[in-house]
């Protein structure tokens, strides 16, 4: 009898830790596993906003996905072009392929929400190379200022569009960062304007009101200004028009704008056969896809309520290691003719760094700030790599300066 074909689309966190799951749960005699990724590399998408401040470097992010697979695996280096679940076909640049199940982990895409220029104008850390890019557009603006006959100070403003998670750590690395750059450069700091622009409300939705003002307190001592309930209305090549009040608009000329405020499931979801919303799923309790009793979805292509609260689960790392862990059990479970088990989320916290060496957090039942918020910080980032690449992966790769 031929042996059911396992596919796994994308090496994210959700992907990969299904991937590692499975290779412990099912051996070669029983299913063929395979896995499309479009890097030969995992990149820690959570530690994208040091690589894009540059307070550590994109190799450091990174490691090979050779690493961690073994033979029951088959790796395929490639992009996945059309899924299509009504034929059972997922098109890559490597060929086409089909399966008995589909696993989809492709990960995030950034939402401009239609704003005009955002999507031409505006950087993203939304993977190795995109915080690269960031990185180094940066650093071009500090080598044009200092190269310019006339000074244009607007060079070395960096807006923020996005006071959540991924804004709120990016600001907090630059706070780092940025003097080390104006010593580099030889540029007085006080021409560096950082500058956070959020349409909401509050900074950092959903967490502990004292943790958020600890972080905006900590970020303005880091010299970031805040413009809070002021969307971006429009982004050129020469900075972002935002909204203040009725009517009223005022552009800031800047020389970098990073987009860091929202984001969707991947695009190759929307033409998937499967209905979606911005890109994301609305799986069933066990992960599979409505309608799709062979199709699984992972990780921030994936929406799940939360009973208790009535809101959807944040798209996180955490969470999406999780669901890929009960993926692979019930992978297996459906071979063995057994039920599947339903998605228990396991919150064991958040916190969101501030720097090097600050952050705020929440995990025991107990709230963190300072420096023991950053030593929990990275023993969340060790774990994650703990999970998918166990003691050897964690000693190569982990982030073991905790004080
Ligand atoms: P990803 O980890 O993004 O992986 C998707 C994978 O699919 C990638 O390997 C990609 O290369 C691959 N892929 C994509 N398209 C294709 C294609 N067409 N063909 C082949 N392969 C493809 N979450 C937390 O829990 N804690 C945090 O502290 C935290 N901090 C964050 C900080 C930043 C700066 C950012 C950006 C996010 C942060 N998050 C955090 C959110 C977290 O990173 C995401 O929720 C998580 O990465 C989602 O995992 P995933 O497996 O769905 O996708």
């Known amino acids: 009898m031929k042996r059911p074909t396992i596919l796994v689309l994308g090496a994210g966190y959700g992907g990969l830790t299904t991937i590692v799951n499975l290779q412990k749960l099912i051996n070669t005699h029983e299913a063929e596993i395979i896995l499309v990724n479009k ?10 906003h040091e690589v894009g401040a540059g307070t550590i470097s994109p190799d450091k992010a990174r490691y090979p996905i050779s690493k961690v697979i073994n033979d029951n695996v088959t790796f395929v280096i490639a992009n996945v072009e059309n899924i299509d679940v009504n034929t059972k076909k997922v098109e890559t640049s490597a060929g086409e392929f089909t399966y008995d199940y589909l696993v989809i982990g492709l990960g995030f895409e950034g939402e401009t929400f239609g704003i005009p220029g955002l999507k031409e104008h505006a950087l993203s850390l939304t993977n190795i190379n995109t915080a690269r890019q960031v990185r180094e557009h940066i650093e071009y603006q500090f080598a044009s200022w200092i190269l ?3 000074k244009d100070d607007s ?3 960096i807006v923020v569009g996005g006071a959540g998670f991924t804004g709120i750590e990016f600001l907090g690395e630059l706070g780092n960062r940025i003097p080390e750059l104006c010593r580099e450069f030889d540029i007085p700091q006080e021409k560096v304007r950082l500058l956070c622009v959020e349409a909401a409300p509050t900074v950092l939705p959903g967490f502990d009101p004292e943790l958020v003002d600890y972080a905006q307190e900590q970020l303005r001592k880091k010299g970031v200004e805040f413009s809070i309930g002021t969307p971006i209305v429009e982004a050129t090549a020469e900075g972002v028009k ?11 000329k800047a020389g970098t704008v990073v987009w860091a405020a929202g984001v969707r499931g991947n695009a190759l979801i929307e033409s998937s056969g499967i209905e979606s919303n911005r890109a994301r799923i609305a799986v069933h309790e066990d992960m599979r896809a409505p309608g799709f009793d062979d199709v699984f979805i992972v990780g921030d292509c994936a929406f799940l309520l939360n009973e208790d609260t009535g809101r959807p689960y ?3 790392a955490q969470i999406a290691m999780q669901q890929g862990a009960i993926i692979a ?3 297996k479970h459906i071979m063995n003719d057994e039920p599947t088990e339903v998605f228990v989320y396991d919150d064991k916290g958040a916190v969101c760094s501030l720097g090097q060496e600050d952050a705020i957090g929440t995990a025991f039942g107990r709230k963190f700030t300072g420096k023991p918020a950053s030593a929990l910080k990275k023993v969340v980032d060790d774990r994650a790599l703990y999970l998918v690449g166990g003691v050897g992966l964690t000693l190569k790769k982990g982030k073991f300066k905790f004080i």
């Open 242 to 252: 935002i909204k203040k009040g009725e009517g009223n608009t005022e552009f800031i």
């Open 329 to 331: 059990k019930n992978i």
């Open 39 to 48: 890097n030969d590399y995992h990149y820690e998408t959570t530690w994208l």
């Open 148 to 150: 310019g006959e006339v």
């Open 314 to 316: 944040p798209p996180t």
């Open 155 to 157: 060079k070395l403003t």
